[in-house]
């Protein structure tokens, strides 16, 4: 039986594997409520990435410009909270991130996105984990995660980028509702 107390843990996966954003995609948490649904400013800081940048006839693009959160300064998106579900609404890519929110606001969302055309198959996984504070000021802060694979004409790409990411409540929501 000690040997496989001290193996490697069965759900020892990649947390940005498919299978596993989509797994956390579906779970619901155990909060009661819409507190934290509205609508919030975002302020992103990217930490690492790793990605190349591709050249072709038409010139150079540096994956690392072209992520999710390299927004405007105004970013925003849409949060709605429906009990121990929660979903983000970004308005770059129109990215859904789906999946739980506890009481507590600690919550995961994740998205799974496949784009093909002519010379290009892209999958982009997306994975945010933090925490949302109460009213009367919500916010939240979390990491965010992107992994972008696939081929890009004769390039083959996996590569990783993780953002800090703070939201602030600018608009929605009922903050007399419980949680």
Avoid: K
Wanted: aromatic fraction near 6%; include cysteine; hydrophobic fraction near 35%.
């Amino acid at each position: 039986m000690l040997a496989f107390a001290c193996g490697p843990r069965p759900d020892a996966r990649d947390p940005l594997d498919p299978d596993v954003l989509e797994d956390l995609g579906q779970e619901q948490g155990n909060a009661v409520g819409d507190t934290w649904s509205g609508v919030y400013r975002l302020e992103s800081e990217r930490i690492d990435c790793n990605c190349p940048t591709i050249s072709d006839a038409h010139g150079s693009v540096a994956i690392c410009e072209l992520e999710t959160l390299n927004q405007p300064e105004d970013a925003r998106i849409e949060v709605i909270q429906a009990d121990g579900q929660l979903l983000w609404l970004t308005p770059v890519e129109e990215i859904r991130l789906t999946g739980s929110v506890d009481a507590n606001g600690s919550f995961v969302v994740t998205a799974v996105q496949t784009e093909a055309a002519a010379a290009v198959t892209l999958q982009s996984l997306s994975r945010a984990e933090g925490q949302l504070e109460r009213p009367p000021a919500p916010r939240f802060h979390a990491d965010y995660w992107q992994r972008v694979s696939g081929e890009l004409g004769d390039e083959t790409i996996d590569c990783r980028s993780h953002f800090d990411v703070v939201g602030t409540r600018i608009d929605g929501g009922d903050s007399s509702s419980s949680s």
